[in-house]
């Protein structure tokens, strides 16, 4: 007599399973690739000085924010020529800590999705198939118009406002000198436009785990 190892039903020693039918050879088959990709895409320990990476990235963070924001108050006030150079150093910081972000946020959100739903419900963000080409695509396109309105107010100085009246905040800037509605307004593009450039990550990442099982 033996035991099927799927549905436990004992019969006489047999090539299949009387009971629910299965092959045993190829379920055996199956079990071990199984077992085989889990352990070639288990995660990885991390490394000993991510401790000290994640330390440094979100110092930097808190400095890009505190800075922003004392640019917006007028704790930090400097030259009217001075402007361009600063505007260029901020661009050159929100691209270095974008490729921080969205891998730690795409991390963080999978991890939730996750333990949200079980693996024949999750598709990614409530059941969206963010792993679809397209929706890759457009989640990049949508992110892409974002941060390029940044970069290009970043460049030209210029920017609408939420509360301009129909004015740029370069117009405003030029007769207020107030460059808080500025940095205000491109920070909140930045933080908008990193959110569809996080679901594309996700996608990618979904995808390519699809392609490996």
């Not at 299949?16 to 085989?36: D, L, N, P, V």
């Not at 401790?51 to 963070?61: A, D, K, Q, R, T």
């Not at 704790?75 to 600063?86: A, I, R, S």
Request: glycine letters at 6%; one cysteine or more; a positive charge.
């Amino acid at each position: 007599m033996m035991q099927c190892p799927k549905c436990k039903f004992e019969q006489p020693a047999s090539e299949t399973c009387t009971h629910c039918g299965i092959i045993f050879s190829r379920y055996k088959e199956a079990q071990a690739r199984k077992t085989t990709v889990a352990k070639e895409f288990r995660p990885s320990p991390p490394p000993q000085n991510n401790i000290g990476n994640n330390l440094f990235f979100y110092s930097m963070c808190a400095i890009f924010l505190s800075v922003v924001f004392a640019r917006a108050i007028f704790f930090m006030e400097f030259p009217v020529f001075l402007d361009p150079y600063f505007r260029l150093l901020m661009m050159g910081t929100m691209i270095w800590l974008s490729f921080g972000i969205i891998p730690r946020a795409a991390a963080l959100f999978t991890r939730l999705d996750e333990e949200s739903y079980t693996e024949s419900e999750r598709s990614g963000l409530k059941g969206f198939n963010i792993y679809d080409k397209k929706a890759i695509f457009l989640f990049s396109v949508f992110g892409l118009l974002f941060w390029g309105y940044v970069a290009w107010a970043l460049l030209s100085g210029s920017i609408d406002c939420f509360a301009g009246r129909n004015r740029t905040c370069h117009e405003i800037y030029d007769s207020v000198a107030d460059p808080g509605e500025f940095w205000v307004t491109a920070l909140v593009y930045y933080i908008v436009g990193s959110f569809p450039t996080i679901t594309a990550f996700m996608g990618l990442q979904e995808r390519r785990n699809r392609k490996q099982r």
